[in-house]
């Protein structure tokens, strides 16, 4: 079946440095990813939308500075975390979303956990 | 008010037992209705998708009353393999994609 990958799937940083998470679609061309976020005992929370070839979409109260988002291919998406500090550790998962046996399917990676020290 | 509201529990039951969650969202507009199952530290996967007419799958039976603005799932003969966490999940907009998680509720099936 369809998967979507995310690398790292983990990463521990320090203050002040920036990360990258990757996620790639790997069966299927994903018209649009979403990149999510989950706190500790908390729910996902929507960051942004992203489509392929355009600037992302960004949820209210999520800064597009910090948080850089890049949908070069239909396969790939990035998440660039900018001057990362520890109340950015969190659990960030994406989910692309393709058109599969003619219906809109949408698939989550694995995620990728962050710790910033 | 928060677009789609769980009780988090934790529900603790025997195997066996038959346990029932329910989930309220707020966007009377919302057409895509989706339980998902989420493991500890682990992606959520979907379970299934909710309809007015009802549907189960096995043990798993869920239903929609788009008047209460209310969604259900009901497990039935619980196993312990279904300890999780079960989130309601709406989609925002129609075909947009945007899902909207609730809080989930923590299962917990003991011997």
């Known amino acids: 079946g369809a998967v979507v990958s995310q690398h790292p799937s983990w990463v521990i940083c320090k203050s002040g440095t920036s990360v990258k998470i990757e996620c790639r679609s790997l069966?299927?061309?994903?018209?649009?990813m979403f990149w999510y976020r989950q706190f500790p005992k908390q729910s996902l929370m929507l960051m942004a939308t992203s489509n392929e070839g355009s600037k992302a979409t960004y949820e209210q109260g999520v800064e597009k500075d910090k948080f850089l988002i890049n949908h070069a291919s239909l396969t790939l998406s990035t998440l660039t975390v900018t001057s990362a500090h520890p109340e950015d550790s969190s659990f960030y998962i994406c989910?692309?979303?393709?058109?599969?046996?003619?219906?809109?399917?949408?698939?989550f990676g694995p995620g990728t956990r962050l710790t910033v020290l | 008010r928060k677009e789609v509201e769980q009780d988090p529990g934790p529900f603790n039951v025997p195997e066996g037992a038959t346990v029932a969650f329910n989930c309220t969202y707020s966007?009377?507009?919302?057409?895509?209705f989706f339980w998902y199952r989420q493991d500890c530290r682990k992606e959520p996967k979907l379970l299934m998708s909710?309809?007015?007419s009802g549907n189960e799958d096995g043990r798993f039976t869920a239903q929609l009353n788009r008047a209460s603005q209310y969604i259900s799932l009901l497990i039935r003969d619980s196993k312990l393999s279904d300890s999780a966490t079960y989130l309601c999940?709406?989609?925002?907009?129609?075909?947009?994609?945007?899902?909207?998680f609730g809080q989930g509720t923590t299962l917990q099936v003991k011997p």
């Open positions: 909710v309809y007015s």
């Open positions: 966007n009377s507009a919302s057409q895509s």
């Open positions: 999940v709406v989609e925002g907009s129609s075909n947009t994609g945007k899902l909207i």
């Open positions: 989910s692309a979303r393709g058109r599969l046996a003619g219906a809109d399917t949408q698939y």
């Open positions: 069966d299927f061309q994903a018209t649009t």
